[in-house]
């Protein structure tokens, strides 16, 4: 089992970045898959981008090219960061760790972007 801590939400004007981060409190190396999820008022959580041990990213469709997942195993956290920001982008995101048989997250960080 790990710990998360997510930071770096907030509000932002549409077109603008921010940069999510991710601490967890063990080696995030071997782990399967650290991700990053959403969920808006309303709407069911859903996956925006993940990252694997191996280094393989993916994202959905609707923040290609405009958000991108790294992590930095020496300081256990993953990062998510977040450009040409849209009002549709405003949600809590979320810090998941996926490492069959546990599937941990964090508290979650709003991210609110004004059009």
């Known amino acids: 089992q790990v710990q998360l801590v997510e930071s770096g939400g907030g509000l932002v004007q549409a077109g603008g970045s921010l940069r999510l981060s991710c601490a967890a409190s063990?080696?995030?190396?071997?782990?399967?898959?650290m991700g990053w999820y959403r969920q808006a008022p309303g709407k069911q959580r859903e996956l925006v981008a993940r990252?694997?041990?191996?280094?393989?990213?993916n994202y959905v469709d609707s923040v290609k090219g405009r958000f991108t997942i790294s992590r930095d195993n020496a300081k256990n956290t993953v990062y998510l960061q977040m450009n040409s920001l849209k009002p549709e982008d405003t949600a809590v995101y979320y810090c998941?760790?996926?490492?069959?048989?546990?599937?941990?997250w964090g508290q979650g960080t709003q991210v609110t972007v004004s059009s």
């Open positions: 998941n760790a996926n490492d069959w048989p546990t599937n941990d």
């Open positions: 063990r080696s995030i190396v071997s782990i399967n898959a």
């Open positions: 990252i694997f041990s191996d280094g393989i990213t």
